[in-house]
């Protein structure tokens, strides 16, 4: 007799988790139909993020430039000190040698007055106070004592401030690498967003960007720009000798230059030696804060963060070194937030 046994049904769960799997499989199939493809940034949209990125990468420079000026300072300090205390262990020694020289012939005449035995103590600043109150000891005796306890003295604070000055150096070596590689990753952020464009949107940008420069100033002004005088002036027209130099961070010249390397070279070049970064060399003279007492060979300052700046060229314009991808050239002193000028 055939059986008739009725199949054995799937469980609950096991459908449960069959149309789950189902469900999700066809609302992923619909996603990815529908999906739009990535669309590539605009020319505008790369433009803008990429002056937002030389912006933020001109802010790390300064910074940067301010390490490195902290760095070499104190190079320069941690030598001097050095120097300072080899030539003070001679005098030591010289000290030294005097009272040696005073105990040997004491010696051979009898004995060592005990005032001398400073120089085998181990703890001359004690033997020094006690000695003092002997009868024996002669003036002179406690005066070259007392020269070697100061001379002593000297060494151990210049070793000290030798020793703080070398830990703050490798704090600057840290602040500054770290600095450098703020500076190439923004960098190099800006670069990949200008390598999505084409040669002539590229183009196109290069366009826009020195157009901007003038814009607000016609350009017939710039050949009716009228010298500086004094030192000033001499800064000026050593910064228009270098027109057309390219922006690389970090840079002083003679060659290339950021924004406080071709101020900080252009006064150099007259003479005057004013600080490396741009926040300092706002307080290197007298402020101007209304653009209408400018004066050619001024400094000019921008940003609230005061990381940009440039010289007055006179009729509305600034000369400057822009920013990567840009080279020393003039512009128009509205196109960036003026905060104030600095006369030297």
Known sequence: MASHRRPKQPSRARVTVLTTAAAAAVAISAQAANAAPSEKPSKDEVKSKVDKLYEEAEQATEKYNGAKEKQDQLQKDISTIQDNVARGQQDLNKLRDGIGS????????????????LFLSSNPDDYLDKASTLDQVSGQQVDALKKIQDKQRELAQERAEASAKLKDLAATRTELGNKKKEVQGKLA???????????????????????????GTDRTEIGKITPGTGRAGAAFAAAQGKIGSPYVYGASGPSSFDCSGLTSWAYAQAGVTIPRTSEAQANAGQRIYSQSQLQVGDLVLFYGDLHHIGLYAGNGMVLHAPHTGANVRYEAIGNMPFQFGVRI
């Open 102 to 117: 005073m105990a040997a012939g004491q010696y051979r005449t009898g004995g060592i007055d005990p005032s001398l035995q």
């Open 189 to 215: 952020e800006a670069q990949k967003l200008l390598n999505s464009l084409t040669a002539a949107e590229k183009a196109a940008l290069e366009a826009a960007d020195q157009g901007r420069a003038t814009r």
